[in-house]
């Protein structure tokens, strides 16, 4: 696999209604900004959905990592839908529970919510080395 | 008769791919939480997408207003596919145009200008629930 | 859960479920009576305000209850809330996967999220104090009203 088909495509959820939806986001604009800008690419749920060729070609082409907020799993769900191959799930909740950190709302994750999506961001980057060392 | 809606659902983008998606994302909950609070609903667009009856049933029977980053307008078409055409469409990116001083160049960190923009933004969401729902009360007051 | 099993208040963009065969207190917990013994949890509608729960605790099994005494309480990002027990009697068994998978709890608070059995000391006497699922929806319907607003917000 040459270096450029070496990647993992992120799949946040993302969600509005809590605020662990924006650390999910969070999380992953760290990963994708800041850890491993060549190793990954963000794929947004919505121009998946609605056919935005780049979004669907890229859960087809490369490993996924879904990061989800709540239990709904909707990044998980949405994925499996669109036939995407799975690789590693990142669950925010777990992480939560984890570092001992709570983000304060939806629109500002505040200080906590900052270092909870941090920590849950350096995982996932370990997370991505190992699939792609397979 | 006419059913009368006191409240509009909204739908932001995720905003992933451009700074304008983060910008939606907040205007949006700053509507729901401090500027039109008794009036809104949020619409969970990926929760949407994944198949939620709940947040579908309440896009078919109530107003709905698409806030877009981009003019994909993902939450635009997202709600017409599943639950119906909103209401009215923000597409933000447009609005910006209107204040070509203010730039958004991070999609995590906003800056004084991108935090200008979320005003703007959500006042005019604001100013677009008014008139979704003066339109509403005006037809059920007529009958 | 089909709709003949349980009542369904529907308020804006939520569903809260309030099946027909269960028992109710007014802190929105549950009993399913088996016996001498109930299954204790709590109503859709407090998992839904209590947000997502990220961890659960519960009294040790062996533990003497009163009827409204706290069995367990569960932490959500945005609280920290106690089941209060509907009916009186010793804890005989616990829910341990709510250890590893307290999402279960938000996504099937009725089936798999159950808290703990009880074996019961005094139902008859616990009875009069509970309600049945008509009674809660009625109970459930006033607190939505003056919840309304906050539904959906700082979440």
Not at chain 3, 68 to 72: K, N, P, R, Y
Not at chain 3, 128 to 132: A, G, I, K, S, V
Not at chain 3, 134 to 142: A, D, G, H, P, S
């Given at each position: 696999?040459?270096?450029?088909?070496?990647?993992?495509a992120?799949?946040?959820?993302?969600?509005?209604?809590?605020?662990?939806?924006?650390?999910?986001?969070a999380?992953?604009f760290k990963?994708?900004?800041?850890?491993?800008?060549k190793?990954?690419v963000?794929?947004?749920?919505?121009p998946?959905?609605?056919?935005?060729?780049?979004?669907?070609?890229?859960?087809?082409?490369?490993?996924?990592?879904?990061?989800?907020?709540?239990?709904?799993?909707c990044?998980t769900?949405?994925?499996a839908?669109?036939?995407?191959?799975?690789?590693?799930?990142v669950?925010?909740?777990?992480?939560?529970?984890?570092?001992?950190l709570?983000?304060e709302t939806?629109?500002?994750?505040?200080?906590?919510?900052?270092?909870?999506?941090?920590?849950?961001?350096d995982?996932?980057?370990?997370l991505?080395?190992?699939?792609?060392?397979? | 008769?006419?059913?009368v809606?006191?409240?509009?659902?909204?739908?932001?983008?995720?905003?992933?791919?451009?700074?304008?998606?983060?910008?939606?994302?907040?205007a949006?909950?700053?509507?729901?939480?401090?500027?039109?609070?008794?009036?809104?609903?949020t619409i969970?667009?990926?929760?949407?997408?994944?198949?939620?009856q709940?947040?579908r049933?309440?896009?078919?029977a109530f107003?709905?207003i698409?806030?877009d980053?981009?003019?994909?307008?993902?939450a635009?078409?997202?709600?017409?596919?599943?639950?119906?055409?909103?209401?009215?469409t923000?597409?933000?990116?447009?609005?910006m145009k209107?204040h070509p001083?203010?730039?958004?160049?991070?999609?995590?960190?906003?800056g004084?200008?991108?935090?200008?923009?979320?005003?703007?933004?959500?006042?005019?969401?604001?100013?677009?629930v008014d008139e979704?729902l003066g339109?509403?009360?005006k037809?059920?007051?007529?009958? | 859960m089909?709709?003949?099993?349980?009542?369904?208040?529907?308020?804006?963009?939520?569903?809260?479920?309030?099946?027909k065969?269960?028992?109710?207190?007014e802190?929105?917990?549950?009993?399913?009576i088996?016996?001498?013994?109930?299954?204790?949890?709590?109503?859709?509608?407090?998992?839904s305000?209590?947000t997502?729960i990220?961890f659960?605790?519960f009294?040790?099994?062996g533990t003497?209850?009163?009827q409204?005494?706290?069995?367990?309480s569960f932490?959500?990002?945005?609280?920290v809330?106690?089941?209060i027990?509907?009916?009186?009697?010793?804890?005989?068994?616990?829910?341990?996967?709510?250890?590893?998978?307290?999402?279960?709890?938000?996504?099937?608070?009725?089936g798999?999220?159950?808290?703990?059995?009880?074996?019961?000391?005094?139902f008859?006497?616990?009875r009069?104090?509970?309600?049945?699922a008509?009674?809660?929806?009625?109970?459930?319907?006033?607190k939505?009203?003056?919840e309304?607003?906050?539904?959906g917000?700082?979440?």
């Open positions: 696999m040459s270096a450029e088909e070496r990647k993992v992120i799949v946040a959820c993302a969600g509005m209604d809590k605020a662990l939806g924006s650390v999910a986001r999380c992953a990963v994708v900004q800041d850890l491993k800008p190793e990954s963000l794929v947004c749920i919505p998946l959905i609605i056919g935005v060729n780049s979004h669907s070609e890229w859960i087809n082409k490369y490993p996924v990592v879904t990061i989800d907020g709540c239990a709904e799993r990044a769900k949405i994925v839908e669109k036939r995407g191959k799975i690789r590693g799930r669950f925010i909740p777990n992480g939560v529970k984890k570092h001992g709570k983000p939806s629109a500002e994750i505040g200080p906590e919510g900052e270092e909870l999506a941090e920590k849950i961001a995982e996932t980057a370990l991505i080395d190992k699939i792609l060392r397979k | 008769m006419t059913i809606k006191d409240k509009v659902g909204i739908v932001s983008c995720s905003g992933e791919d451009l700074p304008e998606g983060t910008i939606s994302r907040i949006t909950r700053i509507v729901l939480e401090k500027l039109r609070p008794d009036d809104t609903v969970c667009l990926p929760l949407f997408l994944a198949g939620s709940d947040e049933a309440f896009a078919r107003p709905t698409a806030v980053g981009c003019s994909k307008k993902c635009e078409v997202g709600t017409q596919k599943y639950s119906g055409r909103p209401v009215a923000i597409v933000v990116s447009e609005i209107r001083h203010l730039k958004a160049k991070s999609r995590d960190n906003l004084d200008e991108e935090k200008e923009l979320v005003s703007i933004i959500a006042e005019e969401i604001a100013k677009k979704v339109i509403k009360k037809s059920g007051a007529s009958n | 089909k709709n003949e099993d349980s009542y369904q208040l529907k308020v804006l963009k939520w569903t809260f479920q309030v099946p065969d269960l028992l109710y207190n802190n929105d917990c549950w009993a399913k088996e016996g001498h013994r109930a299954r204790v949890g709590i109503t859709d509608f407090l998992q305000m209590a997502d990220i659960v605790e009294k040790d099994v003497e209850i009163e409204l005494d706290e069995v367990a932490e959500s990002t945005k609280t809330l106690d089941l027990s509907p009916v009186s009697g010793v804890i005989v068994e616990v829910n341990e996967k709510l250890s590893e998978r307290p999402e279960l709890v938000n996504q099937d608070p009725y798999e999220g159950w808290f703990a059995v009880l074996k019961l000391k005094d008859e006497s616990d009069e104090n509970l309600l049945d008509q009674k809660y929806f009625e109970v459930l319907k006033r939505v009203e003056l309304k607003e906050k539904l917000k700082q979440r």
